[in-house]
């Protein structure tokens, strides 16, 4: 058997041939296309590691406590509780024994980032087999140590018994630096299992009580600088010189830093940095002056080039008519991400290495980036994740490093160098504005003939940094401008998805749960839609057009729940209406119904009744805190959020002209169902955000009789 370090176990990777699929399929077009988007639309992420570097790993102390070092960035969602509950549950410790911590980027190796809802789901298998190969080495070694036999062992809570001998994992481990890694062990069936499916309280929440926690704006080094960079105000500026005369002889800077695509100053506090930073005076070459008008007109369908995600039948043909043809058109707006905590980094680069702590999604991307622009190998950069003060997206490429490194490095110290806010909203990269158009035919019997959704958006996964140029060329369509946006009810003979991709001015990209909140909204209210046409209720409407398979029978049932737990209603009472709405994403499906009614003018919802199925649920608790959190922020996009485009800058600046939801507005009950379909973990974080603004706007069609068909619609 092959010795290995302790901190080398190589677990399996699933990744397996997704490169060759997309390569080889970028040969061809149509159908194959199709087939290509359906697999990605219901394929859940593996953990992208190498298998032939160090992965995930513990640390075993003398006092036998566990440190997990984490691939996966902890960003709010509770991902460090349910790794520790993977992996307290094979390596038989006490849930209390292991804290886990973000791996430094030496120590991991994920190629691709935290996000789409996949932290749990992908370290499902690969996590839970470490913890049982480290578990059983470490049986091993200590029936060398206690002088049994191996198969004598017991392990309970770290400790290693036989008979009335007993050894501690840290008593275990103590000297050893070499060990033999046998075949792999056979992992704990469902009824064995003591942590995984139990509302375990968050292994971080005491620190975070106490403010232990670090994160990015946290971040310090000693005898640490500060940074400032001028950034463009103007959509499209492209930086031509900058006149720094007056910012060399402010106080407190030590220098100012003239690169070729951005200047910057570096002094001895951020303010005396900013103040600088103010002084200077930069020309930018810009060629328009946009408004929201040229975004909103370009946003069309119908503008671009299509592309067919989805086929069934002959939608094409049997939509061709206008003779009973129902149409509706409907569109959501520029978003800003506005998590609390704007980006930066802290940086040290000295002669040969250089270490960054951030908050970012992709750690190795990251330090790729910085490497090569410092003309460094990648080995040379160490790159310290810190907790993220909310991520959503927004780190999903954090180029900002770059800039922080390039300053540390033009004075020769650690640097820190943030985003103020009003940089922050100017240059994010905004969730894109879309355009849908919906067609759609009944027959006779008042069931769905043929039905289209037409999506027209900015692009989201294109342009990405964690995206490969070949998977976009291969897709045609922008698969995270699409998410949530093909038809989810197969029992439809005739129906279609098309994609319109449209390239704005300005960055685009990801947004917690990409294209589905704005996607959903426009199915599931033409959906409602229909079934008030052909005069049925809109739960059987539903059910009625939902294909009899394994998908299918899990959307049925969280749509069953929803209206049971809800006591669903299609009619006002006591000026209380309804509305409901449904989704699957990334094989998790949600339905919700939303309870609302029209107080001084103004929509306010009362409660939100919400099922999800995410297959096994590893923490119940922490499912609920994902879809509340979820509903909330879907929400608070449907009803208010909205950038303007004004002379040619991004508008609003700061929190306050930017509307957003408020305690206020939240729904006093938030009621949460957990059904469990699976037998491995989905997806959660995400997919509860598709149907809020459809089961919203439902309800207040039954109020007003009058369709909502623009986002933000809570707003005057």
């Not at 198969?151 to 400790?159: F, I, P, Q, Y």
């Not at 309870?595 to 119940?620: M, Q, Y």
Request: net charge neutral; proline share 5%.
């Amino acid at each position: 058997m092959a010795k290995q370090s302790r901190r080398k176990f190589i677990v399996r990777s699933i990744l397996g041939g997704t490169g060759l699929l997309v390569g080889a399929t970028y040969v061809f077009n149509g159908c194959i296309r199709r087939g290509l988007a359906g697999m990605v639309n219901t394929t859940e992420s593996p953990y992208a590691g190498n298998t032939s570097d160090p992965e995930v790993w513990f640390e075993i102390s003398a006092y036998n406590q566990v440190t997990l070092y984490s691939p996966k960035v902890e960003m709010g969602q509770g991902t460090f509780t349910g790794m520790a509950q993977l992996a307290a549950e094979e390596l038989e410790i006490n849930i209390s024994q292991i804290q886990v911590k973000h791996a430094p980027s030496s120590m991991q190796v994920d190629k691709f980032a935290t996000g789409g809802s996949t932290s749990i789901s992908s370290l499902w298998v690969p996590l839970r087999e470490l913890a049982a190969t480290t578990r059983e080495i470490i049986k091993a070694e200590a029936a060398n140590k206690m002088g049994v036999a191996l198969a004598s062992l017991k392990v309970t809570d770290g400790v290693i018994s036989s008979g009335a001998k007993t050894m501690t994992y840290g008593e275990a481990v103590k000297g050893i630096t070499k060990w033999e890694i046998g075949d792999k062990p056979a992992l704990k069936s469902l009824k064995e299992y003591k942590y995984i499916g139990k509302p375990v309280s968050r292994v971080d929440l005491k620190d975070k009580v106490l403010g232990k926690p670090m994160y990015g704006m946290d971040a310090a080094m000693p005898d640490m600088l500060f940074g400032a960079v001028v950034r463009p105000s103007a959509i499209g500026a492209k930086y031509i010189s900058a006149d720094t005369t007056a910012a060399e002889k402010m106080p407190g800077v030590v220098k100012v830093v003239k690169e070729k695509d951005f200047v910057g100053v570096v002094a001895t506090s951020r303010m005396e940095a900013e103040n600088a930073k103010e002084a200077i005076k930069v020309t930018w070459k810009t060629e328009k002056k946009w408004q929201t008008k040229d975004i909103t007109d370009m946003i069309k369908v119908g503008q671009g080039k299509a592309y067919v995600i989805q086929k069934e039948g002959k939608p094409k043909s049997s939509l061709e008519e206008e003779d009973g043809l129902i149409t509706a058109e409907f569109t959501s707006p520029l978003g800003a991400h506005a998590q609390i905590e704007p980006n930066g980094a802290v940086a040290y680069v000295e002669k040969d290495n250089a270490t960054l702590m951030l908050s970012t999604q992709v750690v190795d991307i990251t330090r790729k980036e910085v490497a090569k622009r410092l003309g460094f190998d990648k080995e040379q950069v160490e790159i310290i994740p810190t907790f993220l003060g909310g991520g959503f997206g927004r780190r999903l490429h954090t180029p900002n490093a770059i800039q922080a490194a390039v300053l540390s490095k033009a004075v020769g110290k650690p640097v820190k160098c943030f985003f103020n806010r009003k940089e922050e909203f100017q240059n994010d990269t905004f969730r894109p504005p879309t355009h849908h158009v919906l067609k759609g035919k009944l027959d006779a019997k008042g069931n769905i003939e043929a039905l289209e959704h037409n999506v027209s958006s900015g692009d989201v996964a294109y342009g990405s940094a964690i995206v490969p140029h070949i998977a976009n060329l291969a897709l045609g369509a922008d698969l995270g401008a699409w998410r949530g946006g093909m038809i989810q009810y197969g029992a439809i003979p005739n129906y279609q998805a098309i994609s319109w991709r449209v390239k704005l001015p300005f960055a685009t990209s990801w947004w917690r749960s990409l294209g589905l909140l704005a996607n959903t909204f426009a199915i599931e209210s033409f959906m409602d839609e229909l079934a008030v046409k052909a005069g049925k209720n809109p739960l059987d409407f539903r059910l009625a057009h939902i294909q009899d398979d394994t998908a299918g029978f899990r959307l049925k049932e969280v749509l069953k729940a929803a209206a049971a737990k809800a006591n669903y209603k299609d009619e006002v009472v006591d000026g209380v209406a309804m509305g409901l709405a449904c989704s699957t994403d990334v094989n998790t499906p949600v339905a919700q119904i939303a309870e609302v009614s029209i107080v001084d003018g103004e929509i306010k919802v009362h409660k939100v009744t919400c099922v999800i199925d995410p297959g096994l649920a590893v923490n119940p608790d922490q499912i609920r805190a994902q879809c509340e959190g979820a509903i909330i922020m879907g929400m608070s996009a449907a009803m208010f959020e909205k950038m303007e485009v004004v002379d040619g800058q991004l508008d609003p600046i700061i929190y306050g002209p930017y509307q957003m939801a408020m305690m206020r507005h939240a729904p006093k009950d938030i009621d949460v169902v957990i059904l469990e379909n699976g037998e491995s973990p989905g997806a959660v974080g995400e997919p509860p955000l598709g149907p809020i603004g459809a089961a919203i706007a439902n309800a207040v069609f039954r109020l007003t009789g009058e369709r909502v068909r623009d986002m933000p619609f809570g707003v005057g």
